[in-house]
């Protein structure tokens, strides 16, 4: 249960803490300390299926972890640049888009990354370019680049992860 849970979690983390050592294996462990409590939460189908141990310290038989997304660049192919120079401060969110919902235009200041729990939803950018995320997948948010999401026909439920620095803006308003 807990790998249903939790790991999808845990492998975003490792992607955006890869440049402070230690830091997702630390975070992991205080999740796994709460994980025993329900919360409805269920690892989907369509995920990469090349599970094997989670690297680092030894784990107990049974603790697997896929690989749900590395990259290094966003979904429209811009490459990220760097982290931010500051101390580092992660955020994780849950957010709740209700159906057909058009967000407002905006942009991140920091590498970023969502894993789509329900719904489906279509980022897209001021060129008109744009892509659909459905359930189980996960999105590599652009750093700078205009864009905002549109929900789909159902409530779109994501849990997004930035990688920014304390007093950091998590998005800013931009737009046409």
Not at 90 to 111: D, E
Not at 160 to 168: K, S
Request: net charge neutral; hydrophobic share 45%.
């Amino acid at each position: 249960m807990i790998a249903r849970i939790v790991l999808p979690a845990v492998a975003l983390l490792c992607v955006l803490t890869a440049p402070w050592p230690g830091l997702a294996l630390r975070l992991f462990s205080a999740v796994a300390q709460d994980a025993a409590r329900p919360v409805g939460l269920v690892q989907p189908d369509t995920v990469r299926q090349d599970a094997a141990p989670l690297p680092g310290a030894a784990q107990p038989a049974g603790v697997t972890a896929q690989t749900l997304l590395g990259s290094s660049s966003a979904w429209d192919g811009s490459a990220y640049t760097a982290y931010p120079a500051e101390r580092p401060q992660l955020s994780v969110l849950r957010i709740s888009i209700a159906p057909r919902t058009v967000l407002a235009w905006h942009s991140h200041p920091m590498p970023n990354a969502a894993y789509v729990l329900s719904g489906e939803l279509t980022v897209e950018k001021l060129d008109g370019t744009k892509r659909r995320f459905m359930e189980g997948e996960t999105v590599a948010e652009m750093v700078g680049v205009t864009h905002r999401g549109v929900a789909g026909e159902r409530p779109v439920v994501l849990i997004v992860f930035y990688a920014g620095a304390p007093g950091m803006p998590l998005s800013e308003a931009a737009g046409p």
